[in-house]
């Protein structure tokens, strides 16, 4: 006869060690998709598509409170078809829980709210008719300081946001 409290304890681990992660997650480099969104992560940065729109904001881990952060960053609505159209001030809010990004992105001069959206780390984007860049190599001369300065002083959870090509 098998003891009942090590057979428990056995059984106990097995069920925690194959549940997926439910407290607030960390914004992992990578891709993550859902439905019509994308967002790849890399070194400090993150580049979004919503639909046909893209955009970029730096969020690095001192930016992520409890699975949350609120950062600065630039959008462009008419990125596709029409592109190359105008990037423009935004606020990117993210949740995350496990591998799961809640994301809404808010244009900041205008009354445009996109999201929110849910993207699961290490899933492709599934994206519809609208391309979504491969690499985040293909943003270059990302500038992480200049939404403090264009803003005047912001909380310590707030970083800058990216230039464009």
Known sequence: ????????????????DTCPPTGPG??????????????????????VHIGCTD??????????????????????????PVGPGEYVPARFQGRIVGEVLTLTVRLTDQSVTLGPVRVTYGQEPRMGPCPICR?????????RNSASTEHGARSSRTR???SRR
Do not use: C, K, Q
């Open 26 to 47: 960390r914004l992992l480099d990578g891709t993550w998709g859902g439905d019509n969104a994308g967002v790849i992560v890399a070194d400090g940065m993150i580049h």
């Open 160 to 162: 800058g946001t990216a």
């Open 55 to 80: 955009g970029d904001a730096a969020v690095t881990a001192a930016d992520v409170v409890n699975g949350r952060f609120e950062v600065d960053g630039l959008h462009n609505i008419t990125a596709y």
């Open 135 to 143: 690499s985040p190599g293909d943003r270059a001369g990302m500038a």
């Open 1 to 16: 006869m098998i003891p009942r409290a090590p057979l428990f304890a056995l059984l106990l681990l097995l069920f925690v």
